[in-house]
């Protein structure tokens, strides 16, 4: 079955630190990955598709097929990246999404 | 584009009061879904739809009810209201891209669903 893992539900960096958003699936064939971020009591935003291997503010995420992995990451946290976080896999368009990170950045 | 548009945006119910969650998207999308958003839970599926008159179960269906009569409307009815179903729901379209993968879904604004 499919299962998309987020183990940190919240992860405290300063501005200008790095920053990796973990993400760990469970899926038979070949993945569709996505990371979106919501805003505080906004609508969730898509933030990366993996297949269009885009970065978006700063952040890009790369696919591990062998560590079954698509963690999110950004060289230089910005404030104004404190959001929730959550990583979604893609089943025949239906879409299974981790418990979420709440990334804090504090100034 | 209004792109999704989900109505009411604030309920309050009495336990088994049904009700119906509307939402409406104009980008002609053909994928459509349903999801509860939970505190330490995430997103899980409720509905989803794969195009007018289809429609299939997520994770999470039970109590609640679907239909899809139309490309843009997806509505979600809860028949019997419960406390357990006090969450946020959204509502999300997509679309396929030229390679068979999926766009990405687009989501409303959510409904605060509050039973009593």
Redesign the interface.
């Known amino acids: 079955a499919q299962r998309v893992t987020?183990p940190e539900?919240l992860l405290s960096v300063f501005k200008g630190a790095p920053v990796e958003l973990k993400c760990n699936y469970s899926y038979s064939g070949s993945p569709?990955l996505?990371w979106y971020v919501q805003y505080s009591r906004?609508?969730?935003?898509?933030l990366l598709?993996h297949?269009s291997r885009e970065s978006i503010k700063g952040f890009t995420a790369d696919l591990n097929k062998g560590e079954t992995s698509f963690h999110l990451k950004k060289p230089f946290a910005q404030e104004e990246d404190s959001a929730m976080y959550?990583c979604a896999l893609?089943h025949f368009?239906?879409?299974?999404?981790?418990?979420?990170t709440k990334l804090n950045v504090k100034p | 584009n209004a792109g999704v548009t989900q109505t009411p945006k604030f309920q309050v119910l009495k336990t088994g009061q049904s009700m119906t969650l509307q939402c409406a998207q104009d980008m002609n999308h053909e994928y459509m879904s349903w999801y509860r958003q939970d505190p330490g839970m995430g997103l899980r599926l409720i509905h989803y739809s794969v195009g007018a008159g289809i429609t299939d179960q997520g994770e999470v269906p039970n109590g609640y009810n679907v239909s899809r009569s139309t490309t843009e409307d997806f509505p979600l009815r809860l028949l019997s209201a419960a406390p357990s179903q006090t969450s946020v729901y959204f509502c999300a379209s997509s679309y396929s891209m030229g390679d068979g993968g999926n766009y990405g879904y687009t989501f409303g604004s959510g409904t605060r669903l509050t039973v009593v």
């Open positions: 987020q539900k569709e996505f906004q609508r969730l935003q898509l598709r297949i959550y893609s368009n239906k879409f299974y999404f981790g418990s979420g």
